[in-house]
């Protein structure tokens, strides 16, 4: 009698040991859910798209399986596969924060190559106009490009605030067109030139 | 039948029930996990994330996402059963609905995506011919800082507009080409208020008095007058009430407005003669006729300006307005005075003299650049 006993106390205790070793990898998960967030403020879905796409895959598997553990009975419930969709979930969005980082990176190299290449045709514009033909007939018009100019200047100092608020597309977008408007007046000061010579 | 029998039977029996409770819904797939619906709806949405129907169509790609995540959680719900009470039919439905949604959120999109780029290229189009005609109505119509400025601005959003058509992002560049066109229409409602004056009635009806009136005095005394039109940027030579002869002329720059001030740049309006005859080496500018600015209604104009606040009152009216050489260049160029190519000046000043009548009007009530201009702008838009 004693040894039956025996039995089922040791028989009850192994299944309260199984079942208290198929514990939920909390930590992993946490982990990977910190490593999602970490890519969503790096802006990888801005950066990053496909990337960032296959992390919150990896994330959404990551969070079925855990779903589809905890509705089984304790005793079946197995968290194996768990901790390798966590550990797969972890690595997509390290490598997501990395794709977005170097692509927001990159976005910041061509906005600033813009931006200085827009300023350098800016300040040769000005000093063009500063030695531009000025008579009679074409003073008006050379008030008028600097005035044009301080538009141009405008956009300009838009496109820096745009920049040191991280947008970088719209500060690039903002810097080439800057540069285009100051090519134009450029040509015009280069055509007002050679009106002046055929005036002389 | 024995006991022993009965008891197997009955065995068998319960054996075959559970068989078939567990084997039937396997063999009709009732309890069949709906894997391949699901990697289809997961390509589905994919596919259409890829062409980023999330942006174009993004109701559609939600109710995608959402049914292919029903579908999910309805798996998950009936794995955690016993096989006889599993049943997947539910979350086969929504993995179809999802991968139906997705492919409907991809042709959605790219409709979307062809819409907004067509309606962007619609925009820019519209705002370059905006641009071009206030372009037009700024090289005509002296503006100040504040529409010249936004002049400038709705070139670079033009600018900007295209680049993001480059780039894709139609409704960036739809929206920026419409800034472009807001701001050029604006320049052009600008212009044309400032032009208007060449369509006010009571100033045309003068001009049109000051010019009646100087021809019916030169066909009266059979002798010269000088009639300039601004607008047509005109001399006309009357000779006996009838035109001998027309020239070109270059304005001053401030074509729109009559003289008020000394450098203000605008070629006076009024009915003024010629007081000297300047030849070569006297003028600067080849040769002048120089007439008699500021007249007593000149003297009057800035006086009441000044009262009404209109001009400060340190300004005064200046002088030396002529008709001189050195123009003919195609534009309003002077500080106010009429100039003349060297050819037409020679010709115009043996056909004057000290005392021929020269009335300076802003037109004569017929076309004109000023008044054509006015009178586009503030037709309805078509």
Known sequence: ?200 | MSRLRIFALSGLGLLLLVGLSFGLPLWTGRARYPQIERDIANRAIEDARRDEANHWAPERYASAVNAFKAGVDEGIRQRGRLIPFQNYAVAEDRFYAAAQNASEAMREGKSARLGMASRAAEMIHLAQDVIHEAENSVRMVPVGFIPRMRLQKSRMSLSEATLYTRNGRYDDAFDKAKDAQSDALWVLTATGAAASRYLDSDLVRQWRNWVDQTVAESRAGQSSAIVVIKEKNRVDLYQAGRIRKSYNADMGRNRLSSKLYAGDRATPEGRYYITQKKGRGDSKYYKALVLNYPNAADRKRLAHAKTNGQASRGLGLGSLIEIHGEGGRGQDWTYGCVALSNNDLDDLFTRVSVGTPVTIVGGDGQSGKFSDLARRLSAPPQ
């Open chain 1, 1 to 200: 009698m004693r040894t039956r006993l025996f039995a089922a106390l040791s028989l009850i205790m192994m299944l309260v040991l199984v079942a208290s070793c198929a514990k939920a990898p909390q930590d992993q998960v946490q982990s990977a859910q910190a490593s999602l967030k970490a890519a969503q403020d790096a802006e990888a879905g801005t950066y990053a798209k496909d990337a960032m796409a296959n992390a919150e895959q990896q994330m959404a598997a990551l969070d079925e399986e855990m779903k589809a553990q905890q509705g089984k009975f304790a005793l079946f419930r197995s968290y194996g596969k768990t901790k390798e969709l966590a550990s797969a979930a972890q690595a997509a969005a390290d490598s997501a924060k990395n794709a977005a980082q170097e692509g927001k990176a990159r976005a910041r190299d061509e906005a600033t190559a813009a931006i200085n290449d827009a300023k350098a045709y800016a300040d040769s514009t000005r000093t063009m106009l500063e030695h531009a033909p000025i008579g009679k007939g074409s003073m008006t018009d050379i008030q008028a490009m600097k005035q044009d100019m301080a538009t141009i200047m405008m956009n300009l100092s838009e496109a820096d605030s745009a920049f040191a608020a991280e947008q970088y597309n719209e500060a690039k977008a903002k810097a080439d067109a800057a540069k285009s408007s100051a090519q134009g007046i450029q040509s015009s000061i280069m055509q007002a030139r050679e009106m002046a010579r055929g005036h002389h």
